[in-house]
Every structure is written in structure tokens, then in C-alpha cells.
């Protein structure tokens, strides 16, 4: 069974908007998220994390949100850039990030100039 | 620069091959983990080592076999490759609470 789940596998945006990719995940023992973003042929690259401890975390244009009640993360992008198209992994772990992460299926973006 | 390196990027192979596919870091990562991933699928994990010597498997049954006789190395081995294992393999290493740091991975198709 899924234990995290992107239910939505894509999402299209045009270039200067809001980009916001939803997670939703099962194991009420997850106490860390990640975001990771993937291109074509490459491996993925992290790129926002935050702790069960905290609701909110940002870095530049990227914030995550966690609601801990509902299971539910999300990744809102401002202002989106085509640069940004890729397919984004929502991940989550146990003991703050020391076990092993769970993945879900990834959702792909694209940012429209 | 990278810090995690997979070879091949690419592999092409028949049926009933044996395959090693290579992963090396230079970070000094205690921890190092191979998934599989199908396209539009999520990354499943199948092997994952915490330190030298020390090797486990992972949520996805897999048939292949893994090794960490270096802190470094962390490769995969399948004796007798089928189609059915055509994937694209990634590696990662971290260390403590950091997220992870992948390979460019490797897209293995078994003919």
C-alpha cells in the first residue's frame, strides 16, 4: 500500500504564477518530509525538507506547508519559472530524516512561458 | 559537480546476462540506498546499506544482490538479467538527517 501519495500526476502553470503540488501521506509515524525535483534522465535533486515540528518551512521561491492533522503536505512555487518544469517527489521519514525515505509516484510540472 | 557516480547511464543487454551496476560517492556517506524506479511510478526502495559490511533489503522484492565491502562502492548485481528488469536503477548516499544525494541513475532495458 502507498504510504505517500501524489494523486495528481501533472499540473501545467503559466510562467509568473503559483505552482502548488499537493502530498498526502498514511504512516502517522513520519516525522520528516522532503520535496525532491527530477529531470529528464537525471537523478533526483533535493530540494525542501521540513520537520513534523514546524508548519511551515521557506527557501526563495519555494515554501512547503505541513498539516500534520490531515496527513497533508504541499509545495507552493512563486512566481513559477519555466526552469522549474520537472517532476517533483514528495518523500517522508522516521526519526527525523535518519531512516530511510518512502517516495510517492511524483507529479510532473510544467511552467508555460 | 557530482558527488554520486552511476555506470553505465546506459545499459542495453540479453537475456541470462550477469550485470554489475556501479555506484561510488566521494562524501564519506555512512549510508547508501539503490531504488528502482518505473516511469510514472514512485522510487521502491530494494537494497540499502548503513555502513561497511552491512547490507539490507529494501520494500521492493528484488533479485538482484548488493555489496559494501568499501565505504565508497555500493554495487549491484544481477546474475541472470530478464526482461521483467528493465528499470531505471538510482543510487543515493547520506549522512545523518540530510536528505538524500542521487546518481544520475542507470536505464537498464534486458532484451
Known amino acids: 500500500d502507498q504510504q505517500v501519495k501524489q494523486n495528481s500526476p501533472s499540473l501545467s502553470v503559466q510562467e509568473g504564477r503559483i505552482s502548488i503540488l499537493n502530498c498526502d501521506y498514511t504512516n502517522s509515524m513520519f516525522d520528516y518530509f522532503l520535496w525532491y525535483k527530477k529531470y529528464p534522465a537525471e537523478g533526483p535533486t533535493f530540494l525542501i525538507s521540513?520537520?513534523?515540528?514546524?508548519d511551515k518551512n521557506e527557501d526563495g521561491r519555494f515554501t512547503v506547508f505541513l498539516n500534520k492533522s490531515a496527513k497533508h503536505l504541499s509545495l507552493h512555487i512563486v512566481p513559477s519559472q519555466p526552469g522549474d518544469s520537472a517532476v517533483y517527489f514528495c518523500?517522508?521519514?522516521?526519526?527525523?530524516?535518519?531512516?530511510?525515505?518512502?517516495f510517492g509516484k511524483g507529479m510532473k510540472l510544467t511552467v508555460n512561458p | 559537480e557530482a558527488d554520486i557516480y552511476q555506470t553505465p547511464r546506459y545499459l542495453v543487454i540479453g537475456t541470462g546476462k550477469k550485470i554489475t551496476l556501479e555506484c561510488s560517492q566521494t562524501m564519506g556517506h555512512d549510508k547508501m540506498y539503490w531504488y528502482q524506479q518505473d516511469p510514472g511510478m514512485e522510487l521502491h526502495l530494494i537494497h540499502y546499506s548503513y555502513g561497511v559490511n552491512s547490507t539490507e533489503k529494501g520494500d521492493l522484492s528484488s533479485e538482484s544482490t548488493v555489496s559494501r565491502i568499501r565505504t565508497e562502492h555500493f554495487p549491484l548485481t544481477l546474475e541472470s538479467a530478464r526482461p521483467s528488469h528493465t528499470s531505471q536503477y538510482l543510487c543515493?548516499?547520506?549522512?545523518?538527517?540530510?536528505?538524500?544525494?542521487f546518481g544520475s541513475g542507470t536505464r537498464l532495458t534486458v532484451v
Open positions: 543515493a548516499s547520506s549522512v545523518g538527517t540530510a536528505g538524500y544525494t
Open positions: 521540513i520537520s513534523s515540528i514546524k
Open positions: 518523500a517522508a521519514s522516521t526519526q527525523g530524516g535518519s531512516e530511510k525515505l518512502v
